[in-house]
């Protein structure tokens, strides 16, 4: 048996490996543009198949090994249900790291690496069975479970947490003080900014521009999250608009304003779901890219109901989702 290590993200989209020696140093990556999106269109995972199948190649190829050289196939994310490689089961929250390790999955797959995948599960909600009264409370993740598990890692321990993982799908985790992920939240706000911001009329007042690091405007975000709480999404978004034609406000501000508005429902979402447990003194974490990251960070501490706000700011370019498959599988 070799001793290095691969991690494997795939998505909805793409698909991601990393290639691990045994000092925890990422020694090759590789990408592909390929996901469970292409299993949902084409009826099969082939395509998915291939292109884990070329990644795991291409790192070993770039660092000079074969699979003979590896310890250990990690995989997470959306490549464990069933429009991915194999289908896990969620594990149920509350689950810890070591929880996840233990449910992890080793599978045979020779097509794809002549070493078995071990596949790592995602987490659900504990409502045992969803209905029209409490279906709200019920959400699921795969991959954010392991993103959440690096945060665990890197922020100090025994404390109440909630992870803010900013995307198209927009992802909370909270986490009680014993290392636990608790409940997780979805919201697509991440989709409706994209759609305002291209699919509406309000298009034209945004140039078809989102907000950008270069060009984040604290106040502008904060004023479409005010107008957003008090009219609603629908007309703070319309808003905009008169915003554009009436006072001549740039593109540029005006995308700060729909950034404002697009993220304002997930801040009653925060307090009002039941899907997640936190209190004010639970400390939140927020990861992404700017300037969403900032825009979140703001908006919650113009709010005031969290006392504590961090922002993770990576020391490398390795992504949580590499760190945490990692973390889970050799830590615990």
Same mark, same amino acid.
């Given at each position: 048996?070799?001793? /290095?290590?691969?991690?494997?993200?795939? +998505?909805?989209?793409?698909?991601?490996?990393?290639?691990? %020696?045994?000092?925890?140093?990422?020694?090759?990556?590789?990408?592909? !543009?390929?996901?469970?999106?292409?299993? *949902?269109?084409? @009826? %099969?995972?082939?395509?998915?198949?291939?292109?884990?199948?070329? $990644?795991?190649?291409?790192?070993?190829?770039?660092?000079?090994?074969?699979?003979?050289?590896?310890?250990?196939?990690?995989?997470?994310?959306? &490549?464990?249900?069933?429009?991915?490689?194999?289908?896990?089961?969620?594990?149920?929250?509350?689950?810890?790291?070591?929880?996840?390790?233990?449910?992890?999955?080793?599978?045979?797959?020779?097509?794809?690496?002549?070493?078995?995948?071990?596949? =790592?599960?995602?987490?659900?909600?504990?409502?045992?069975?969803?209905?029209?009264?409490?279906?709200?409370?019920?959400?699921?993740?795969? +991959?954010?479970?392991? !993103?959440?598990?690096?945060?665990?890692? =890197?922020?100090?321990?025994?404390? !109440?947490?909630?992870?803010?993982?900013?995307?198209?799908?927009?992802?909370?985790?909270?986490?009680?003080?014993? +290392?636990?992920?608790?409940? $997780?939240?979805?919201?697509?706000?991440?989709?409706?900014?994209? $759609?305002?911001? %291209?699919?509406?009329?309000?298009?034209?007042?945004?140039?078809?521009?989102?907000?950008?690091?270069?060009?984040?405007?604290?106040?502008?975000?904060?004023?479409?999250?005010?107008? *957003?709480?008090?009219? @609603?999404? +629908?007309?703070? $978004?319309?808003?905009?608009? =008169?915003?554009?034609?009436?006072?001549?406000?740039?593109?540029?501000?005006?995308?700060? /304003?729909?950034? @404002?508005?697009?993220?304002?429902?997930?801040?009653?979402?925060?307090?009002?779901?039941? *899907?997640?447990?936190?209190?004010?003194?639970?400390?939140?974490? &927020? *990861?992404?890219?700017?300037?969403?990251?900032?825009?979140?960070?703001?908006?919650?501490? /113009?709010?005031?109901?969290?006392?504590?706000?961090?922002? /993770?700011?990576?020391?490398?370019?390795?992504?949580?989702?590499?760190?945490?498959?990692?973390?889970?599988? %050799?830590?615990?």
């Amino acid at each position: 048996m070799g001793s /290095y290590i691969i991690t494997i993200d795939s +998505g909805t989209t793409n698909t991601r490996a990393f290639l691990w %020696n045994d000092d925890r140093r990422v020694v090759a990556r590789a990408k592909r !543009e390929v996901g469970v999106r292409n299993t *949902a269109i084409d @009826g %099969n995972n082939r395509k998915l198949r291939e292109g884990v199948k070329d $990644c795991i190649h291409e790192v070993l190829s770039k660092s000079g090994l074969g699979e003979s050289d590896l310890k250990s196939v990690l995989a997470s994310g959306m &490549i464990s249900s069933n429009v991915g490689l194999v289908e896990i089961p969620h594990c149920v929250a509350p689950v810890g790291i070591g929880d996840l390790a233990a449910a992890a999955k080793q599978v045979s797959l020779p097509e794809v690496c002549s070493v078995p995948i071990t596949f =790592i599960p995602g987490v659900k909600n504990a409502v045992e069975t969803v209905d029209l009264t409490n279906f709200e409370s019920m959400d699921i993740m795969r +991959g954010e479970e392991v !993103e959440s598990a690096a945060l665990m890692e =890197i922020f100090p321990q025994g404390r !109440e947490y909630l992870f803010l993982l900013p995307g198209s799908h927009m992802k909370f985790v909270s986490v009680n003080a014993g +290392g636990k992920i608790t409940g $997780c939240l979805t919201s697509i706000s991440g989709e409706l900014l994209s $759609c305002i911001t %291209n699919d509406t009329i309000i298009a034209d007042a945004v140039n078809r521009k989102f907000a950008s690091a270069e060009t984040y405007d604290r106040q502008m975000v904060l004023l479409g999250y005010e107008t *957003a709480r008090k009219t @609603g999404i +629908g007309r703070a $978004c319309f808003s905009a608009r =008169i915003l554009s034609q009436f006072s001549g406000q740039s593109s540029e501000m005006l995308s700060n /304003y729909i950034l @404002g508005v697009a993220l304002q429902s997930d801040v009653t979402s925060i307090r009002s779901s039941g *899907a997640l447990t936190v209190r004010q003194q639970t400390e939140v974490v &927020i *990861a992404g890219n700017m300037p969403v990251q900032q825009a979140i960070s703001d908006i919650l501490e /113009y709010d005031g109901y969290f006392r504590n706000i961090h922002a /993770y700011i990576p020391q490398s370019d390795i992504p949580l989702s590499a760190l945490g498959a990692w973390t889970i599988m %050799n830590v615990h």
